[in-house]
Every structure is written in C-alpha cells, then in structure tokens.
C-alpha cells in the first residue's frame, strides 16, 4: 500500500485529489491518506478528518507531493516535520534542487493546464517524473502509472525546456485569442465566428507536422496582403506581434 | 433553380464543389453547371463534360465564383466573357473593387483553414458576403445559407479586420506549434506530448472568455520563471518572440 500526502489546495491539487480519489476505489495498492491544505477550502467527496492545516499534525506516509505556487515550494519543503522521505513538487519550471535537503527529493509534473471549473481526463496527461535515485523513480512512476497512460522519465533540463514549449503552445496561443477577440470587438465582430477556425487548426495539428499545416499570407509570401494588413491594424502592440511572428514565419519558409 | 459555374482548383475550390455537389442532390433549387480549371485536376464525383480549361466555352450562368489565389483575381475576372453578371471571390483579404467593373460584384468568404485531404463539415463553416446591391446579396445569402448554418452581411474594411484575426488564431499559432515542435525536437521530446495541452487550450477558449483562460508566468507576474526560461532559450528567434509576447501578456495582466 503506497500511502501519500498531498500539499496544497489550487488548481493541480484539486485536479490530482479528484484523481486519487477515483483511483482508490479501484485499487487497494494506493491511498491518500491526508491533504494538507492551508486554506478552508472543501475538497469535495473528501473526508474532513483527513484534510489538516497545521505542518506538526501531517501524517507518516510513502510520498509528499508538493502541489503549490512555485515560489512556496521551497518553504513547504522546509515544514515537512520528516526526515528520509520521498518529496516531489508538481512544477515544470522548479528545479528538483529547491526541495529540502532533508527529505529524498523528485518531481512528478503533470504536463496540462488546469482550471479548477472544468474537469479534464487525467488518463491523457502526460506526467514527467525525476528522482535522484532508482528506487524512489520506479515508485513515483508506478504512482503516475495510476493516474496516466503516458508517463515519461526526464531530467530538470528537459523538463525545463518542455516547460517553454508550454508556453508557447498554451499562454502565448491564448493570447493570441485575445487579440484576435481585440479585433473582433473593435469591428463589431462577434468573436464566435473564429471558433471553427481554431477548432480546425487544433485537428490539423492532431494529423500534420506544423510545417505542413502552415497557410496564410506569410507561408506563400503574399507581401501585398501582409502589407495591407499591417494598414488595418491600428493598434501598436498588435502590429509589433503581427510584424514579428510574421518575420518567423517567412525566415522558415525560406529554409523550406 | 440557381446556376453556378466555379472557378479554380485549389483547396477552397476543391471543398466548395464537394459541398455544392451534395446540396444539388437534396435541392432542385441550385446546379453547379461547370467548373473553370486551367489545369487538369480530377475532381471526383464531377462529369468531366463539366469541366472547362477554356474561357470561350464558359457558360451562361446566375453567379460566377472566382475560388483562386489573391493574386490572380484581377485576371479572371476580366476573362469572363459576359456582361452585368454577378461575379464574386473567395477571398478574406482582396477589396471587392478589385473584380472587373463590367459584371456586378460580391464576395463570398467562407472562413476556414482548408487542406485538400481533410474533410471539412461546411455547415459549420461561417460565410460572410457583400455585394453591391440588395438583390444580389439575397441572391448570396440564399446560396449561403445551402451550404452553412452561419452567414454574416460585412463589408470589405470589416472583412480585412476578420482575415487579420484569422491570421492570429490560424496562422500564428500554427507557427507557436511550429516553434514548440523545434523546442522539442532540440531536447529530445516528443511533440506529442503537448497534444493534450493543445486541445485543452482549445476546449478551454470554447467556453471561456480568452482573458479568463489565460495561465501560466507572465499572466502571473512571475518574473523569475520568465527570466529562468529567457536563460534556457537558445534560438533568438524564438527568445525574441517569447519576451514580445509574455510583454504584451503583462501590460494586459497589469490593466485587469
């Protein structure tokens, strides 16, 4: 039986609590024997005896799983009132070097974006786990085993890299979202008609390399409607982002 | 009964004559009677006697639909040999001035990505016309309407400012996976892994605001994880447009 602690109470916390829970109906190999959570926050369909706020009261267990803020990792690290155990955080930019000293360290990082309203398929996450020796790995991946069907041993300078890779995937796709919403709303455009378009740019990506799903002006080095639209936009910061990524795009095509 | 004669031959071309010759056989109301194509395409389903590569034997029809690239517009539409006809293209960003002055003029842009082996529901496709006159736009709506469930009265400034909105959720996030797949690729990752992220990051933007489903460092302020990625970013390129980026996610985090 594989007893394990949880730290923190956001958005991958109470994605992984979700989990857990589903999982230990299943299997008698694994319990989560107690959620540390320093708000009052109710976990649902967890029992309130095993949810505490106070470090001295944490339970002995097989495996600490730090899912906080990246700049608290280090701290709640430091309150872990063991000595020997094993000690992962959940963060894919935290290098495995900021846990305790104390304690055994890994990294167990869920590769996703989380939103605590909407419920996701854990099974599909990709998780990417790091530990400082064998043993401590075969466990954390027979853990991640539990929760997805793709779990993957990386070292803190890929995962680092992968962590990039994110951004440029998620945060910087849906920013480009919002300025493409910016634009709608300032032509009296509702923003919906956009959707089949990225929903279709997304399936492409599921079948395609993205050098062969790249359309549009810049891939066929259309200068005259690349010209035409830097005319329309009216909005500096819009125009130094469409001037840029446009710049990457016709550098690549050049090399194709 | 509305007569069409398309022509072009390339992907937009291609899918409007699939989806024209499933309406003709739910609706006696409209016939595609010929496809222009000058070079010797196969189109499936389609009776090669329908096919013409010769301007004189283009025949009599209600609307003409110019399907071909933004720079050979101009050119086609002088080729067609009849007079005060309703004559309309496809594109998103060519000003509806720039069809020939001797036919009345439309357009017809359906708002999609199209690739000629990924099949598309056009239903769900958003059309948006424009035409000259009242008569001819009940004319456009009405073949529309055949084809999708969406259709949109713009005008051609309107249109521009959608086609640059297209070009930031097609185009450029094409591109952030084109670049995330080079990040990959570097360190030995599979751009696989990102797939479940992706559709998340759409699935999210389906539902929620852009603004509220923005995560990760910038949208944070998390300045020490930005200045730790800029350090492992080795490409100037892709550092370049990582700082412009995560920049504008800032000044737009610091107005909320």
Partial sequence: MIKVVLIGSGNVAHHLIASFLQIQNFSNEFELIQVFSRSSTVFLQLDASKITSDYNLIKEADIYI???SDSAI???????????????HTSGSVSIDKLNNSNRKGVFYPLQTFSKNKEINFKEIPIFIECQNEADLILLEKIAH??????????SSQRKSL??????????????????????TEHQLPFEVLKPLIQETTEKIMIMQPENAQTGPASRNDIETIKSHLESITNENQKKIYELLTQSI????KKL
């Fill in 146 to 155: 539990l929760l997805s069907d793709s779990v993957y041993r990386i070292d």
């Fill in 163 to 184: 962590h990039v890779a994110a951004v440029f995937v998620n945060n910087f796709v849906n920013h480009l979202y919002k300025l493409a919403n910016d634009i709608c």
């Fill in 66 to 68: 730090i899912a906080v």
């Fill in 74 to 88: 280090t701290e709640v690290s430091n309150q872990i009132p063991f000595k020997n155990k094993l000690v992962v």
């Fill in 250 to 253: 016709l550098a690549n095509a």
